[in-house]
């Protein structure tokens, strides 16, 4: 046939149905609604976590909402200031994970590189792909699309690599394993030595690939060996953008991008520098993030932050050894958190070996760290006689406060200790024993209290002894946290339980029968610090009892909000809500309140672990144990009175200030006595001269009547600033005031940025590096032809140095005796006393 | 995140590009760590994001400029005429004559088809591949003189007010904007008579007009912005129709641009214009101000009240800022790397907001339809012909062609849709050159592959052959497909705007090696199929042309780049990778007979 041959006359195809049916087909599936509108995607609202559709996945129908709270790298949500979840649009995996992943560690039947749940997904790699099917007016529409992104929409159907649909299965598994191919291909190592927890080398497995059908890269993509702390192998970076959007997105570093163009493409920092001499902070969590090895802590990076902790431990003759990552994933406690953060984190974990009579930790302690028990007897001590450490009212200050300071109280029997919360002490027990799994010192190590008992073992034992960050990803992560809970609700729930406040009319026998039926109704959860557990006004529908940490309990009065108590472990919270709904009778008794609704707002002042009860069981535990009502009423009548006369007493003190200036949180304040001081700057300059030439106080800051809180660190009970550190280098030691920051600090802010109060502050120092000699020396570089130091960034803070006398040298030096260093009690009272 | 807004209500990430383009020329043409420093310090951004964009865009040096900068195109027709020879050649010269003074570089299609090999130096544009003139001109840039380039003036100035296209004979008067808004300014007056002139977008996706119009229109902004985007970006190989245009008739696309504001309710529109295009930049911008001259943009349009601000945005370059979405990335100071869709960018576009993107010739027709009526460009278009039987009813409108290659008269020409391949060679273009024979067809720059001269029906839509051919045939003559977009899919082929014909005696392995090349290095590198398959697919071809693949290797080697293909055409994000291993994909299905013959030759040299 050719032109030539055919009459132009003569229709040889009806094409006209065919071309009327294939229409231009331009846009991605799932574009449109059911009305034929294009839809807008917007940010997910609150209510679109309530409003649910269906799907199917792999055959299975599944209702599930439209959208879910964003989660941290654990798996907890996220919350925003006022405590409510941060939604975002459900996609086809987080609906996957919904249906198919019932306990943690289950895998998902989708595999994923570029994605985490805990990151914004952009769906880059296409392992994720699935077959999703579309019901459109004008049929039904079939595509791969990458399940990490797609979202959710009514009536889809969709198929993984492990649909029953076999056919539809194995479409989805052959572009996979071509995408896989591709990867492996460019990304895995020739040598095929892979590290544990490379990612893509899993994915491969579980689709079964051995060997990748194309051809190797040839293209040399280069090392980068320039951070003292992580090295790149560009070679392996698959360049799925997840340490990118962990430091830019997590941790808002902003240091890495992406650098090139198509195959060339690489992951850079800042312009393109090497990452030691980038504005890299080191944080980590970039090679925590990262799924291949080209991003992972140097060895040396490692061995030096053991051989430290090594020597730490030498000289305050401790024995002991240091568990590496290798041998703590093995541990089901550890094994869901990740490899490369237990590497990050390789120093953290000691084992202590304890003989009979070791003391493990000393009441009154400052510490920066938990144990496990892994085997062993301890007997717990408090101060004194055997007692109940309890939130007690105490004196002064502290007094109308509310009970803050945590005091040893001589009840007798039961030890509610928040440092021993999880170990099972019954009724006057004081032994815990061959209890693995059970943490100890969580209270000091979280948030900073002192060591609230002394534990001394009884026989030879074993600890694993965990600093914060660990601690805190076993509390955060969902395999490690499965693991806790369980322990809790066995051994220490019920006992925790039965010490409440609440039960105090009971008599023993009917504590314990009264916390047996609360036990199985509890609920454990985590809040963080800040966030708000309810609100005043909010419908009272939950009674909680605190395991860990402290809450604050203030009311809105008009505009000022005003702290009422401050709650520690032990107590429980949120009864009056519920009990002005308990009938006539008792909603008689609370004629001021709007039945069932929250009398105050209460928020987590730090890391934060509750028993919650819902309300309805708490009611029934009302009926079940009469006795309790009338005191329960009594007390809170007793309360809101308070409440009430600390309203009007409040407002005539002025000290608004106080509360919201953190005053009463500060252990050493410095205080200019206005009067006396003559602005000579003494204290300035005799700061700067004990600190390398820097002060690190500002004769600037609050004034109350005649005295001035200068800016100098006030050690404070509660120090924010040691939230976060990325490698632990601020902490508070022995039972010492003074926040003490090592120099190992690597300068990234943090904790300066946590100072509500601007006392920590970041200065250059010319940065030091030991030598091979295994002598310090500058490190030095050349701009522009000149040698000049390597600036490195240092937080500095009051270390409430001892000059000759004893006193900081800001005291000292005063030569008008204007300065002075107290508590903010203290302060107070001299205000009050004027 | 960081997020700051300049005064106009923009995230000031968008000011990226343009305060690097700033600094550079500030500079002599490239950017120092100080200056990025600068930059990221001035609009308040991080400097990886800096260094995101600077190392993406082709525009951005860090390093001085030397005296002269050569580009040789090397795609397609410039390809065909010997473009990567002469290249190596020119690299050759300069080394020897001039040192570090020249740098010579090959480049991917710089819009000048129809005067193979195309080159530049310094942006200046020198054509017609006579490598003698090459050196002239090199030699007079170094000695500071006028090296005299071409202009693309030349070829478009003939076409001025011939197009039916051009309702205005050359000058343009605004007339439908003028009218749109003296009638009621009705939407749904313009929206009916696109519909019924079926006008389908003309940058290759062939969407309805009308309904992307009625999209932007019906969505909902958040703070009340719609925006348009004229593409102007014409970076496919073989395509240079959008050149003419801009030059000959750019009244035509700047009142569609203006007509689309005004009918789904923008108030500010760009066009986006490749950055070697400096003389379309330069009547684009003209035009603009002629238009506002006369009351037809900018304030109060023709004393009706309202207002539509367009600007044309320079492209800081390469070919993946044509993709719609990336081309949108771009505009808003990142990397060029397309979004996944959905969401459209009629609703989810430009900072989010609804945004309406055409190509320069689908808002150039809007003027002629809203003037003659929908009818009337719904009447043009062949009822009949070879192919079109009983479809020719659905055949509507016209539409210009780039044809480049092996033809006598190459160049751009407007023909009614529907018109056989046979027919635009023959006819319009003064048949093939040199009496050559057709050895190979792109009919969509090289994204639909390579068609062979007689197209085996087992490549085409199965229910095509099914259901509309009458009569056994093993194959059909590509000069009897109809150039008509509805038509191509319901027989099987892929048409663009850019046909580039190749004629026997051309090595047509090496030209598919060399467009999967092009998209290999064209690729932005952000999803995995298309950064590492095009490179893989690219290795295989070159493995092939260099004689290095075995009868017996070819074996596993035919599946694995099938099932590769079809996996990048099935899960790239965009259109580039979809169609990225198409080149190799084409060869090894339409010319299986070249490639059993590169096995038996023995190692062939593989140009670069």
């Known amino acids: 046939m050719s032109s030539d041959a055919v009459p132009n006359d003569r229709p040889m195809f009806d094409l006209g149905a065919l071309a009327e049916e294939v229409l231009p087909d331009d846009e991605g599936l799932f574009a449109r609604d059911v009305d034929g509108q294009l839809i807008r995607v917007e940010k997910a609202t609150a209510r679109e976590l309530d409003e649910s559709l269906s799907l199917t996945i792999n055959g299975e129908t599944l209702t599930v909402r439209k959208a879910v709270p964003t989660r941290d790298s654990q798996g907890n949500v996220i919350n925003d200031p006022d405590g409510a979840p941060v939604p975002r649009l459900t996609t086809i995996f987080d609906a996957a994970s919904r249906a198919f992943v019932k306990r943690p560690g289950d895998p998902n039947p989708i595999p994923t590189l570029c994605h985490k749940e805990h990151l914004p997904p952009i769906g880059v790699c296409r392992v994720c792909l699935v077959e999703a099917t579309e019901e459109t007016p004008r049929g039904r529409r079939s595509r791969l699309v990458p399940s990490c992104v797609q979202r959710v929409s009514e009536g889809m159907i969709v198929h993984t690599i492990d649909s029953p649909d076999r056919q539809a299965a194995a479409r989805v598994r052959a572009a996979t394993s071509i995408v896989v191919e591709l990867l492996m291909a460019d990304h895995l190592p020739a040598d095929g030595e892979v590290a544990p927890g490379n990612e893509l080398s899993a994915v491969a497995h579980r689709l079964g690939i051995d060997q990748s059908r194309f051809w190797a890269s040839n293209a040399h993509r280069g090392c980068d060996d320039s951070s003292k702390m992580i090295s790149v192998d560009h070679e392996q970076c698959i360049l799925c953008g997840r340490c990118q959007r962990g430091c830019n997105w997590v941790k808002h570093n902003e240091v890495i991008g992406r650098s090139g163009k198509g195959y060339q493409t690489r992951i850079a920092f800042d312009l393109d520098d090497p990452m030691g001499h980038s504005s890299c902070v080191s944080c980590g969590e970039c090679a925590v993030s990262c799924p291949t090895g080209a991003l992972e802590f140097k060895p040396t990076f490692i061995e030096t932050q053991i051989a430290r902790l090594r020597d730490e431990l030498r000289k305050d003759g401790q024995d002991g050894d240091i568990v590496t990552a290798d041998e703590l994933i093995g541990y089901p406690l550890f094994s869901g958190i990740p490899y490369k953060f237990l590497q990050f984190n390789g120093a953290a974990v000691v084992r202590r070996r304890l003989e009979a009579g070791d003391v493990l930790c000393r009441e009154g302690d400052y510490g920066s760290t938990a144990f496990v028990i892994m085997d062993g007897e301890f007997e717990v001590f408090l101060s004194g006689t055997r007692g109940a450490v309890r939130n007690r009212p105490a004196g002064g200050f502290f007094g109308w406060l509310g009970g803050l300071k945590t005091v040893a109280e001589k009840v007798g029997g039961k030890a509610k200790l928040a440092d021993v919360g999880a170990a099972a002490l019954g009724e006057n027990e004081r032994i815990i024993r061959n209890q693995d799994d059970v943490i100890l010192g969580e209270m000091t190590c979280m948030n900073r209290y002192p060591r609230s008992a002394t534990v001394v073992a009884t026989r030879p034992g074993e600890v694993l002894e965990i600093k914060r960050n660990v601690l805190y990803m076993l509390q955060r992560n969902s395999v490690s946290r499965q693991i806790l809970d369980r322990v809790y609700r066995e051994r220490s729930l019920r006992g925790q339980l039965s010490g409440l406040p609440i039960f105090r009319s009971l008599s023993d026998e009917d504590k314990l029968k009264a916390a047996s039926f609360l036990r199985d109704k509890a609920d454990l959860v985590s809040v963080d610090p800040g966030q708000t557990i309810f609100r005043q006004g909010d419908l009272a529908d939950h009674y909680y009892v605190i395991r860990l940490g402290f809450v604050k309990i203030s009311q809105e009065d008009g505009l000022a909000q005003r702290v009422l108590n401050y709650l520690g472990p032990g107590n429980g919270f949120g009864e009056i809500g519920l009990l002005s709904t308990l009938g006539d009778r008792w909603s008689e008794e609370f004629e001021d309140l709007r039945a069932g609704t929250r009398t105050a707002t209460c928020a987590a002042l730090d890391h934060v672990e509750l028993i919650r009860i819902d309300g309805d069981d708490f009611r029934e535990l009302l009926e079940r144990f009469p006795e309790l009502r009338d005191p329960l009423i009594r007390e809170a009548k007793e309360i809101l009175r308070r409440d009430a006369a600390d309203r009007h007493r409040l407002q005539s003190l002025k000290s608004d200030d106080f509360l919201d200036q953190g005053l009463y949180l500060a252990q050493s304040l410095l205080v200019l006595d206005l009067e006396r001081c003559t602005r000579c700057d003494e204290c300035t300059k005799a700061c700067a001269d004990t600190h390398q030439g820097v002060t690190r106080l500002v004769r600037e800051g609050l004034r109350f009547d005649k005295y001035l809180v200068a800016s100098s660190c006030r050690s404070c009970l509660d120090p924010y600033c040691l939230v976060g550190c990325p490698v632990d280098a601020i902490h508070r030691n022995g039972d010492s005031l003074e926040i003490e920051i090592e120099d190992y600090c690597i300068g990234c802010g943090l904790c300066s940025d946590n100072c509500p109060y601007g006392n920590i502050n970041m200065h250059g120092f010319p940065k030091q590096e030991v030598d091979a000699k295994g002598k310090l020396r500058t490190v030095y570089q050349e701009i522009d032809g000149r040698k000049l130091p390597v600036v490195q960034q240092r937080a500095t803070t009051c270390d409430l140095c001892k000059s000759i006398d004893g006193k900081p040298s800001c005291v000292y030096a005063c030569p008008h005796d204007a300065a002075f260093r107290m508590t903010g009690e203290e302060l107070l009272r001299r205000t009050q006393t004027q | ?608």
């Open chain 2, 1 to 608: 995140m960081n997020e700051s807004y300049n005064t106009d209500g923009f995230r000031t990430e968008s000011l990226i590009i343009p305060a690097l383009h700033e600094r550079q020329n500030a500079r002599g043409g490239y950017l120092t760590s100080a200056d990025m420093a600068a930059v990221a310090a001035e609009i308040n951004q991080p400097l990886h994001r800096i260094q995101a964009v600077v190392s993406f865009y082709p525009h951005f040096r860090t390093e001085p400029p030397p005296k002269a900068c050569v580009k040789i195109c090397r795609d397609m027709a410039c390809h065909l005429n010997g473009s990567v020879s002469m290249t190596e050649r020119m690299k050759a010269w300069c080394q020897q004559e001039h040192g570090a003074e020249v740098e010579v570089e090959g480049v991917s299609c710089l819009g000048r088809c129809d005067r193979p090999p195309a080159a530049t130096i310094n942006d200046q544009l020198i054509t017609a591949g006579d490598e003698a003139r090459m050196k002239a001109a090199i030699t007079s840039v170094l000695r500071d003189e006028d090296p005299q380039p071409d202009l693309d003036w030349d070829l478009a100035e003939p076409k001025v007010g011939r197009w039916e296209m051009d309702c205005y004979g050359g000058v343009g008067r605004y007339d439908a904007v003028r009218q749109f808004l003296a009638q009621g300014a009705d939407p749904d007056v313009v929206l009916a008579a696109l519909e019924k002139a079926n006008l389908l977008g003309m940058g290759g996706a062939g969407g309805r007009a009308y309904k992307k119009w009625r999209d932007v229109l019906d969505a909902t902004s958040s703070h009340g912005e719609k925006f348009i985007v004229c593409n102007a970006d014409e970076s496919e190989p073989g395509t240079f129709k959008d050149r003419e245009i801009l030059l000959a008739a750019p009244h035509l696309t700047i009142e569609g641009v203006i007509l689309a504001g005004l009918v789904v309710g923008a108030k500010r529109g760009w066009i986006y214009v490749r950055h070697e295009y400096p003389e379309q930049i330069e009547r684009c911008e003209k035009e603009i101000r002629r238009a506002t001259e006369m009351g037809a943009c900018g304030r109060n349009l023709f004393a009706s009240g309202r207002d539509f601000h367009l600007n044309v945005f320079p492209s800081p370059g390469g070919y993946i800022c044509g993709e719609q979405t990336a081309l949108i990335e771009a505009m808003e100071g990142k990397r060029a790397e397309p979004r996944i869709r959905p969401p459209e960018l009629q609703t989810n576009g430009l900072y989010q907001q609804p945004t309406l993107l055409s190509n320069v010739e689908t808002f150039a027709w809007v003027p002629a339809i809203l003037r003659d009526g929908g009818e009337w460009f719904a009447g043009r278009g062949l009822k009949s012909g070879p192919l079109a039987g009983t479809a020719g009813r659905l055949v509507k409108g016209k539409r210009l062609f780039s044809v480049s290659g092996d033809v006598a008269r190459p160049g751009v020409y407007e023909v009614e849709n529907g018109t056989t391949l046979g027919e635009l060679i023959d006819v319009h273009c003064g048949g093939m050159k040199d009496g050559k024979q057709i050895a190979a067809v792109a009919l969509s720059g090289p994204s639909g592959g390579l068609l062979s001269p007689r197209v085996p029906i087992s490549q085409l839509n199965r229910r095509f052959v099914e259901s509309a051919l009458s009569e056994e045939l093993s194959d059909m003559d590509v000069r009897d497909l109809p150039l008509d977009i509805n038509l191509a899919r319901a027989i099987g082929f892929m048409l663009g705007a850019g046909i580039v014909v190749y004629g026997t005696g051309c090595d047509v392995l090496a030209e598919a090696v060399a467009n999967s090349r092009f998209y290999r290095n064209e690729s932005c590198g952000k999803c995995v199929p298309c950064r590492i398959g095009s490179q893989k697919i690219t290795e295989m071809g070159e493995a092939l042309l260099a004689g290095r693949v075995s009868e017996e290797q070819l074996q596993s080697f035919q599946p694995t780049a099938t099932q590769l293909g079809d996996v990048m055409t099935a899960t790239s994000i965009c259109g580039l990778g979809q169609v990225a291993a198409a080149p190799m994909q084409s060869i090894l299905k339409s010319f299986p007979e070249l490639a059993r013959q590169a096995c038996r030759n023995d190692s062939r040299e593989a140009e670069q």
